[in-house]
């Protein structure tokens, strides 16, 4: 009857994103739905795999961020507890402008990530003359 599809559909409803690994097992499951299982099974390995790479892809974010961040943080903190001629102030505001330039164009290169993996980015093809 039904028994095996009805224990299958719910080994897979229990699935979590904290499940991904657990594939469900095709022992005891009829041949006419191992194919399903496989194939179920295989797209939980590109899910888990993904979640996986999107884990480890913000952690980076959050680290590389997290520098520039800082290094902005003390440089104003300093500023402001500190007496300063107009030179070395500048100085302070040159430095942090470094730095916002350097997280404008981080956000930029992950904003390019994100458009080329959602295939959003558009090629230009131009022919050229390499004569």
């Known amino acids: 009857g039904l028994s095996p599809l009805n224990e299958v559909s719910t080994m897979m409803a229990n699935i979590s994103a904290q499940r991904l690994d657990m594939p469900i097992p095709t022992s005891g499951v009829p041949q006419e ?3 399903l299982v496989s194939s179920f099974n ?3 390995a590109r899910l888990d795999d ?3 790479r999107l884990s480890e892809f913000s952690s980076d974010i959050a680290h590389e961020l997290r520098t520039p961040i ?3 943080m003390v440089q104003t903190e300093v500023t402001l507890t500190g007496e300063y001629n107009a030179i070395e102030y500048r ?3 040159q430095s ?3 730095e916002f ?3 404008s164009r981080m956000i930029s290169d992950m904003l390019f990530l994100a458009k080329a993996d959602n295939r959003l980015l558009v090629l ?3 022919s050229i003359d390499l004569h």
């Open 96 to 98: 942090n402008l470094e």
């Open 124 to 126: 230009r093809r131009e």
């Open 33 to 35: 739905l191992k194919e």
């Open 42 to 44: 295989t797209m939980l």
């Open 70 to 72: 800082q290094n902005l």
């Open 50 to 52: 993904s979640f996986r």
């Open 91 to 93: 100085t302070n505001l």
């Open 101 to 103: 330039g350097r997280l």
